[in-house]
């Protein structure tokens, strides 16, 4: 320990050496100073950088907990996975044509931007392990398991084990998961997220599963929100609108678990329909998680139906439906860690598989006016406290769409026309189950074997399938009025499936057409939304003919009415880091790898425990 002198008095011998002393004195305080204000200085700079932090100190303290000021606010990660189901990239330039048109700019040189055009990184490798074409059940489980599977794969590996996916690794870690759709909800791409099944078309068993019950194979609810069509697969078999093949009662199975579940479709169990809302709370229910709407008993109706029926449908955009789900998992008081949303537009799909365009844009737009709702959403919810991620991409392309096609040897003439459908009014399938409907009522007038009337069957036709209330052409703006080549080349084909058939052999076409009828005939609109899409039977020639005629109209070309191989876009917002991960070309499985770093997941331990 050194040796303090002690202060010696000041005189005329020694004031040299007091007045030294004395500066050493006041230097010792100027310091001890300095280091009260360096202190304050850091604690000013810790008040400014974490405020947020600071006033959680204070909270928790009040609460008797204490922490640093600096300690940082717990986190909220949120993952908002929206699937535009078979849209590939000349479908988007398609979709921007054809929304551009809608709004009346027709400049070539126009800035027209869709949603999604702004936040586009990168592509993806849609194949599976099984093809260079995928299908939509291994394109699906490539991005909930992050692993390669074959084509019809629902959450399996190729060797038919389940692999964990992300939802299943998120609600263990503490996140609400949910998905939205407008197809079946059992359909294979939310089927991969929520199931494991060896084959897609096993829509009970995924249904069993979706809600939690002893048929979950990890014997827990790995789903707090479901939102979408499918209906049948949750009722018994003796329901009318059921399409199990057991007593099951799914729906009564998942209330019994917790879920509030509400049923916008006739049934005569005792969920009675909720009417035009699912969402209301008339029977004095807030909706509450889990929650669980089935909209329909099949997929919903397409967007251009929904739009165009001659009577208000009870059902809503998609987007009204997105709005809702961000809504209950966000504010739901069980939301302390964040959420996984998987939002699909399905039947961009379904009208791609038809190819019919005017149907296929409609979803499409359908599905960019839910973007840019998700979009707005995410800006609000990145924070210090919460991190957001938006990923859009789409399973595979369907369709091989092509914009321009040639229709003459004189081609190419540089042009197609996506204006010319502006004007259409209803889906192919349902043109089609109009026009049969029809040519039955004619067919039934005509008795003890005379023939249906061609003529009536032809102006039928050229007035309501291709005309103002179907196709919409009409005026030159959609290139004029339909030709007699056109409205030959539908009545070649009904002629073929119907009108040439034997009296005695119409039963068949009849049973047929009472189904098509009940899915969506004008006349029927009330029940557009009851089934699925139209089944194939034997009539699906009239659909393909009607389809082309629109295609020819605007002069856009399918190769197929599958899925192709092609590269698929990758877009994304909200967390800069995650978003530049995506970017170039990468495999499909990549986008199930990007969520799992992200939220900080382990697949591989779900994986294990479903494999004991």
Request: glycine residues 8%.
């Amino acid at each position: 320990m050194s040796e303090e002198k002690l202060p010696q008095p000041v005189s005329a011998g020694n004031a040299h050496h007091g007045h030294a002393h004395s500066s050493t004195r006041r230097r010792r305080f100027t310091k001890r100073q300095m280091l009260l204000e360096v202190l304050k200085g850091v604690l000013i700079a810790i008040l400014l950088l974490f405020p947020s932090s600071t006033i959680s100190y204070a909270s928790d303290l009040s609460n008797g907990v204490w922490h640093w000021p600096w300690t940082p606010k717990h986190v909220k990660t949120n993952v908002i996975l929206m699937i535009s189901d078979g849209y590939g990239p000349a479908s988007v330039a398609f979709t921007r044509h054809f929304a551009q048109a809608l709004n009346g700019d027709n400049d070539y040189d126009s800035p027209f931007q869709l949603p999604l055009d702004t936040i586009l990184v990168g592509t993806h490798r849609s194949r599976s392990s099984s093809s260079l074409i995928t299908d939509s059940a291994a394109g699906a489980t490539a991005f909930s398991c992050a692993k390669k599977s074959y084509n019809g794969a629902i959450g399996v590996t190729p060797d038919g084990k389940p692999c964990g996916t992300v939802f299943e690794a998120a609600k263990r870690k503490g996140l609400l998961t949910g998905v939205v759709v407008t197809s079946r909800l059992t359909d294979a791409t939310p089927a991969a997220f929520i199931s494991h099944a060896a084959s897609r078309a096993e829509e009970a068993l995924i249904a069993s599963q979706l809600v939690g019950g002893p048929k979950n194979p990890l014997g827990e609810r790995t789903l707090d929100l479901a939102i979408g069509g499918g209906g049948c697969a949750f009722l018994p078999n003796t329901t009318a609108s059921s399409c199990r093949q057991d007593d099951e009662d799914t729906v009564q199975l998942a209330a019994q678990l917790g879920w509030d579940v509400r049923v916008g479709f006739p049934t005569n169990t005792s969920f009675s329909p909720e009417g035009a809302d699912v969402f209301s709370t008339k029977h004095g229910r807030e909706p509450t998680l889990p929650f669980m709407a089935l909209l329909s008993a099949g997929n919903t109706p397409y967007e251009i139906d929904r739009l165009n029926a001659p009577q208000p449908l009870p059902l809503k955009p998609l987007k009204h439906y997105a709005s809702k789900a961000l809504e209950l998992l966000s504010e739901s008081e069980q939301n302390t860690d964040g959420f996984v949303l998987m939002i699909e537009g399905s039947q961009i799909d379904l009208c791609a598989h038809n190819n019919d365009p005017a149907c296929h844009a409609r979803e499409a737009i359908a599905y960019h006016d839910t973007i840019h709702l998700v979009k707005q959403w995410v800006r609000k919810h990145t924070s210090r406290t919460e991190r957001t991620i938006l990923i859009s991409t789409s399973d595979h392309e369907t369709g091989g769409v092509t914009l321009g096609r040639q229709l003459t040897p004189d081609y190419p003439n540089y042009a197609y026309y996506p204006q010319r459908l502006l004007n259409a009014k209803h889906s192919t399938p349902i043109l089609t189950a109009v026009l049969i409907d029809f040519v039955r009522t004619e067919v039934a007038k005509a008795h003890g074997g005379a023939h249906a009337s061609e003529k009536r069957v032809r102006d039928f036709i050229r007035h309501s399938i291709l005309g103002a209330s179907g196709l919409g052409l009409e005026s030159d703006t959609q290139g004029g009025p339909p030709t007699d080549d056109e409205v030959e080349a539908v009545f070649a084909v009904v002629k073929e499936e119907i009108l040439s058939r034997r009296h005695e052999e119409l039963d068949e076409v009849a049973a047929a057409a009472d189904l098509i009828r009940l899915v969506g005939s004008t006349a029927h609109a009330d029940a557009l939304h009851a089934l699925g899409p139209v089944p194939g039977v034997n009539l699906d020639g009239i659909r393909r003919a009607i389809s082309d005629v629109a295609a020819r109209r605007a002069e856009i070309g399918f190769s197929t009415s599958g899925h192709t191989g092609i590269d698929i876009n990758v877009y994304a917002h909200g967390d800069p880091t995650t978003v530049h991960k995506l970017a170039g070309n990468q495999d499909n499985t990549n986008i199930g790898t990007i969520i799992q770093e992200f939220l900080g997941l382990d697949l591989d331990a779900v994986t294990r425990d479903l494999n004991k």
